[in-house]
């Protein structure tokens, strides 16, 4: 874990759009994230979380698995990590499973959009967990930060955040309520690694 006084090194991983690197990034720049992003790692080429990355000078290697065993994708992955310095690897819209070294056990971080253990596990990312939560009939759902283990959205859990759901939600509402709440718990979690307090 980091010491308190550093600065953490991000290598964040993405899948999707950048929407949660975009928001660390931000936070970064405005002194309100004690971290740095040195590096993006896409699963994908063409990624829209890639354009954002460049657009902020950071950064990126695409890796796509192209067919690769877990193990060997995951070296890759984890092998540019450490060539960039990163002192704590974030999944931020990280789609898949990835086998985490023994070194980045306790430096490989994800943000959920629901209060895991529920609504999580394999084929559970977007709208797919709010249209659960929603058919469920669910009063509260939230967003979790955990540690990253061997199995789907399942390491020890670092920070929760609540949001109501409300009668006439939809997943789209319901999934914009839980983004605001994951671009606080993520920035939380961050900051807690570099004071040393996390578990």
């Known amino acids: 874990m980091s010491t308190a006084g550093e600065r953490p090194r991000l290598a964040v991983l993405v899948s999707g759009s950048g929407r949660s690197l975009a928001n660390l990034l931000e936070c970064s ?20 979380a890639e354009a954002v990355a460049r657009r902020h000078g950071v950064e990126v290697a695409v890796i796509p698995r192209d067919g690769a065993l877990a193990r060997d994708w995951s070296a890759r992955v984890f092998g540019a990590c450490r060539d960039a310095g990163a002192t704590l690897v974030v999944m931020a819209g990280w789609l898949h499973l990835l086998p985490i070294p023994a070194d980045f056990a306790s430096r490989t971080i994800n943000i959920h959009p629901a209060l895991l253990p529920a609504f999580g596990g394999k ?34 859990i670092l920070v929760q955040r609540t949001v109501p759901v409300l009668a006439d939600d939809t997943p789209e509402s319901l999934a914009a309520r839980v983004f605001a709440a994951e671009c606080r718990a993520l920035p939380e979690a961050i900051g807690r690694f570099a004071a040393g307090s996390l578990p």
């Open 123 to 156: 084929g559970f990312h977007g709208l797919h967990v709010h249209r659960a939560v929603l058919a469920r009939g669910c009063t509260v759902s939230g967003c979790t930060v955990h540690l990253v283990d061997d199995e789907y959205d399942h390491g020890r």
């Open 29 to 48: 720049a405005a002194g309100s994230l004690p971290a740095r992003v040195v590096l993006v790692v896409a699963s994908r080429p063409g990624l829209g």
